[in-house]
């Protein structure tokens, strides 16, 4: 039986909640794409997910003060709020009005930390309270808004930086196209690789093992608690494993023999935990038979900062496989405001990264390779977007490269050629 927090300790937390919001109102921080998305003024819960880190808290604070709300502030994420029971939620709500008297906005950060939490915010929302709020596991709180507040939330998902974000906070001019210019975001572009999107990590002079504690705490706190793994030495290591390897087509029955699970059903539910934690993503194969797109699916870290910025990762400096990371994270980040879908094409006579649809229809094929000098490179990526052609029927076709400008006819199809970093820049203003 979980012990009753006393109320003159939840009072104390959420004071010093309040003096950190406090602080943050009087920072200069970098504005994301996805702020116009929250809309204060619907009745609708405003609900913002992604992985752990990635910015949330700072998006919703800043839609929040740039409306001037008044709004009240509580974070889940807390120590001292551990074990705190569902019919303490009406304590929270009183200390809150205690400490900041009239607000009609109250923004929670990491909800699926509070037992009972989707009835309370159904209560406030009836009455006429406005909600913001945050948490790191999409199906936890998919399910339970399905569940509770049909009706009554609009999602929004929040990835680590786009390229474009990160060269904002790094005070680059993206518009500049002097030699100085490009020179800067080339630079820009070669560090976001090396070191991913995620907001903090970006303005830390040294690393200090910022990636495997993100990683460790998202696997500890947000899935083997929740889901009560068994075996948690062996969920961290198909976890790492899979965070090193990728991009990977998987196997769930050869992942099961070599982690000893006892079925590929159990790596299956692993996986999807992972995805749901955000830090696992997938692009599902390009086919029309939905067997198919279902079980062969792609799967990549959710940022390059996954892939090698951990403990004994092992990872190696593939530069071809962090480009096609970042490429897919700009396009799943579009996509989902513009309703496209990202698969891969793969059959015996060659692959294709990426094949991004609108419905049943591709609009365009996309393949990733850091460097076509070689001919034999360059041979490959071409054929792979001419078989995307020929399967897909779609004439717009792109190889993105670190580099490289181009334009070329091939077996009469058009094939434009250019450098990953301003594709990145485009893609996020169109």
């Given at each position: ?15 010093d909640?309040k003096v ?11 504005s ?9 003024n619907s ?14 808290s ?15 502030y ?16 009406n ?6 009005y205690?400490i ?17 939490w ?15 709020l945050?948490?790191s ?7 339970d808004?399905?569940?509770h507040?049909?009706?009554r ?30 020179a ?14 995620f907001?903090?990590?970006?303005l830390l ?15 500890k ?9 068994a ?12 965070l ?10 050869a992942?099961?023999e ?9 790596v ?15 692009a ?6 939905s ?10 870290a ?13 990872a190696?400096?593939?530069l071809?496989w ?5 490429v ?12 496209w879908?990202?698969y891969?094409?793969?059959d ?5 990264d ?9 609009i365009?094929c ?37 580099h ?17 970093y301003?594709?990145c820049i485009?893609?996020c203003?169109?």
């Amino acid at each position: 039986m979980k012990s009753k927090i006393n109320k003159r300790t939840l009072e104390t937390a959420l004071n010093d909640q309040k003096v950190e919001i406090e602080y943050w109102e009087n920072s200069l921080l970098c504005s994301r794409d996805e702020e116009c998305l929250i809309d204060l003024n619907s009745p609708q819960a405003q609900v913002v997910i992604g992985v752990r880190r990635s910015g949330k808290s700072t998006l919703c604070l800043q839609a929040l003060i740039k409306a001037n709300a008044k709004f009240a502030y509580v974070n889940f994420d807390d120590e001292r709020l551990d074990g705190l029971s569902q019919s303490q939620l009406n304590d929270v709500l009183e200390v809150l009005y205690k400490i900041y008297g009239e607000f009609q906005y109250i923004f929670f950060d990491e909800i699926q930390n509070a037992e009972g939490w989707p009835l309370f915010v159904n209560r406030l929302l009836r009455n006429r309270i406005h909600i913001v709020l945050t948490g790191s596991n999409a199906k936890l709180l998919s399910s339970d808004l399905a569940t509770h507040l049909t009706g009554r939330s609009s999602e929004i998902e929040l990835y680590p930086f786009s390229f474009s974000e990160y060269c904002k906070m790094k005070k680059i001019n993206v518009a500049l196209n002097t030699t100085k210019g490009v020179a800067e975001k080339r630079k820009c572009f070669d560090e976001y690789m090396e070191k991913g999107g995620f907001p903090e990590l970006a303005l830390l002079k040294t690393e200090n093992n910022y990636i495997s504690n993100l990683v460790n705490n998202i696997l500890k706190r947000d899935i083997e608690q929740r889901y009560s793994i068994a075996f948690p030495a062996q969920f961290e290591n198909l976890a790492n494993h899979l965070l090193n390897i990728s991009p990977v087509v998987i196997s769930a029955t050869a992942l099961s023999e070599t982690f000893n699970f006892k079925s590929a059903h159990t790596v299956r539910n692993y996986i999807g935990y992972l995805k749901q934690a955000y830090l696992l993503t997938g692009a599902k194969k390009y086919s029309p038979k939905s067997k198919v797109r279902v079980t062969q699916e792609k799967i990549y870290a959710i940022d390059v900062a996954m892939m090698n910025k951990r403990e004994n990762a092992f990872a190696g400096e593939n530069l071809g496989w962090r480009l096609e990371t970042i490429v897919l994270g700009h396009l799943i980040r579009i996509g989902k405001r513009k309703g496209w879908d990202v698969y891969y094409l793969k059959d015996r006579s060659g692959e294709c990264d990426f094949v991004v649809c609108e419905g049943n229809k591709a609009i365009q094929c996309i393949q990733v390779s850091y460097d076509i000098s070689n001919d034999k490179t360059r041979k490959r990526e071409i054929n792979g977007l001419l078989l995307a052609h020929r399967q897909t029927k779609c004439n717009n076709l792109l190889l993105l490269t670190d580099h490289e400008h181009d334009e070329l006819e091939k077996d009469g199809k058009h094939i434009i050629i250019k450098p990953v970093y301003e594709w990145c820049i485009d893609i996020c203003q169109d």
